[in-house]
């Protein structure tokens, strides 16, 4: 029997991000204005997790509408035509239907049809997930540039007198392209799951008992506090030392370190653990930013670059984690 001749695409063998973009909600939310319903005070959340405020999006500020903004500045920033980009992929909890994908309504408000594309739940590891797969799809040759983007309107999910995660939520989006490279910019991912883990964060309720008879309440975001920051400090410091020895790298090379701004004691218990030294930026966007889940990472990116744009072709550190639970880090080269 003859054997077909298939032809196999062959991308660039190195890729980096090129560029980085962000939104975040419009509104500032400072603790003084959500401690009432939990019975709580300002310092008892800034002592708890670092944050001072939240950005949160107005009623009519969409996900998508976060989304598309961040994706406008990372293409215009990498000097390309939204119709190179071959793929786009949207990591979100909190798009507004469970199906079409978020990826496909931004894909076409940029003008970037007719780009695959596509959304991941891995909640706030899933930006560091989307840059495992854009980094694979530019090598393959499925696509010369990526869009990936973390979305979020956390604020849609937050019961006000929820005292386990509300106070942390905020909303925004942050993007970036993946290209290819003349040097490794993307290093290998250390990436995995723990679903014994599975009910430690997430949503309260099944989405169908907000339908039922009687109709219930529509489902927020819970979490097991203590259980969540215990695996986040000690497994997540394993799993980001895990991705420097990936790279044959040390925390000295970093010029930033960049995780999940889930909350401030578990970003500083991190440095301290990887033996940060004082000359790597840490990424604390928390403060006035919020936990705003998968695009957590890229917000945090962008306001480093902002603050140090000298870091630009730097090593960085990113590691994201969170509700399944899942987990993905990398080192990157900074756009």
């Known amino acids: 029997m003859t054997q077909p001749n298939l032809h196999q695409s062959i991308g660039s063998p190195y890729t980096r991000i090129i560029s980085v973009g962000a939104a975040r909600g419009d509104v500032d939310v400072p603790n003084d204005d959500i401690v009432g319903p939990i019975e709580s ?16 999006a107005s009623a009519s500020v969409s996900a998508a509408d976060l989304a598309t903004s961040a994706a406008n500045e990372a293409i215009a920033k990498a000097k390309i035509s939204a119709s190179d980009i071959g793929a786009v992929i949207i990591a979100t909890i909190s798009n507004d239907v469970l199906t079409p994908s978020m990826a496909a309504l931004v ?10 594309a596509y959304d991941i739940s891995a909640a706030c590891a899933g930006f560091c997930y989307g840059i ?12 010369t540039y990526v869009l990936v983007i973390g979305a979020e309107k956390l604020s849609d999910y937050a019961k006000p007198t929820d005292r386990t995660i509300s ?23 250390i990436w ?24 219930g309440e529509f489902p927020t975001l819970r979490q097991d506090g203590q259980t969540v920051f215990r695996w986040a400090v000690w497994e997540m410091a394993k799993v980001a030392q895990e991705a420097l020895d990936a790279a044959g790298i040390s925390a000295s090379d970093l010029a930033a370190f ?10 500083n218990e991190f440095a ?13 966007d928390i403060e006035t930013t919020g936990n705003t889940s998968a695009a957590s990472v890229p917000l945090a990116m ?11 072709g730097g090593y960085a550190l990113i590691i994201g984690f969170g509700a399944g639970l899942v987990y993905a880090a990398q080192i990157v080269r900074l756009p």
């Open 192 to 215: 995995g799951s723990d679903g014994g883990k599975w009910d430690a964060v997430g949503m309260d309720r099944p989405t169908r008992e907000a339908f039922g008879d009687p109709v």
């Open 107 to 116: 894909a076409d408000r940029i003008g970037s049809t007719p780009a695959a």
């Open 167 to 189: 106070f942390l939520l905020g909303d925004g989006a942050g993007a970036v392209i993946v290209g290819p490279a003349d040097s490794v910019g993307i290093s290998p991912t």
């Open 272 to 284: 301290k653990q990887l033996n940060v030294p004082d000359t790597v930026v840490i990424a604390r």
């Open 258 to 267: 960049i995780p999940h701004q889930a909350n401030m004691r578990i970003i």
């Open 41 to 56: 005070s300002d310092e008892w959340i800034r002592q708890r997790t670092g944050v001072i405020s939240r950005t949160r």
């Open 302 to 312: 962008h306001r480093v670059l902002a603050e140090n744009p000298e870091l630009s």
């Open 132 to 143: 495992a797969q854009a980094d694979a799809l530019v090598r393959a040759g499925t696509a």
